[in-house]
């Protein structure tokens, strides 16, 4: 059964820049699941996640990214991709200390994908496993243009906001995301360039030190981050219980997608298998 939810704010790695949170606990919770949320997105599009996850029995944790949503930062900036991964490990600490000896779980989508498969990699042996949606885990053929441009001497120029029509089949998605007041309408070069390009060049090289139990998860015609990112993952990483999933036909928002009653099934069959 679903508890009181309730809303925190806590210090992120960066000085100064608070993290505004949400965790939906559970009574006598059998997992707890930390959601993390993609680029110019936010923690609120994951609601009805929630509910499903809370429903399996799982206490549910979720934050807005610096510069994202409710929480502190420049709008659309990061000056480091580290920065994103050391805030994870700010909740995934909070959430060790207030569930002790429950299983703890990372669910990651796209940038947010990025970061779960950097955490894997930079902190080890803390989480049960991870599960990752459409990771940005390589450099993308979508961002590679950020290759040429000197993103560090103009880091704040700003680019718009024009994914909305490749997230998802689901039209009234594209419209709900559109209309949210939430989601950015433009990033800075920086925050893309750092992530995109140094972050996702320094993982593609790290991923061979990744051990995690980890559900890898992709949209078969997902136009942002392409399914062979996640292909590259799985056959890199070291883990031995390692899972690859592609949904034929899905677009990237696979957990938005018509059919994602499917992919949360399997997340919830995936996460019960490892706490029995």
Avoid at 112 to 139: E, R
Avoid at 177 to 203: H, M, S
Avoid at 236 to 247: A, G, N, P, Q
Wanted: glycine share 8%.
């Amino acid at each position: 059964m679903a508890c009181q939810l309730s809303e925190i704010n806590i210090p992120s790695s960066t000085p100064g820049v608070d993290l505004f949170a949400k965790a939906n606990p559970v009574t006598s919770p059998r997992a707890a699941v930390l959601i993390v949320h993609g680029l110019a997105e936010h923690l609120g599009r994951y609601d009805h996640v929630v509910d499903q996850l809370n429903n399996f029995g799982y206490t549910v944790y979720r934050f807005d990214n610096q510069g994202h949503g409710r929480s502190g930062g420049e709008q659309g900036f990061i000056d480091d991709f580290n920065q994103f991964i050391d805030d994870a490990d700010i909740l995934v600490e909070r959430i060790i200390r207030e569930n002790p000896g429950i299983p703890v779980f990372m669910l990651g989508h796209s940038m947010g994908g990025f970061i779960t498969a950097a955490y894997g990699v930079k902190y080890p042996g803390k989480l049960t496993g991870q599960i990752l949606s459409g990771a940005a885990v390589t450099v993308l053929p979508l961002f590679k243009p950020f290759q040429e441009i000197d993103f560090e001497t103009e880091p704040r120029n700003k680019v718009p906001n024009e994914l909305s029509v490749l997230i998802c089949r689901d039209k009234s998605v594209v419209e709900a995301y559109d209309n949210d007041p939430l989601v950015l309408k433009e990033t800075c070069q920086k925050l893309l360039g750092e992530v995109f390009i140094n972050g996702a060049t320094w993982l593609t090289q790290a991923l061979a030190g990744y051990q995690y139990p980890c559900l890898i998860l992709h949209g078969g015609d997902d136009r942002i981050v392409t399914p062979e990112a996640s292909q590259y993952m799985y056959n890199t990483i070291l883990s031995t219980d390692k899972t690859l999933t592609l949904y034929k036909g899905f677009f990237h928002e696979i957990l938005n997608e018509p059919g994602n009653a499917k992919v949360i099934e399997d997340i919830h069959q995936w996460i019960d298998q490892r706490i029995q």
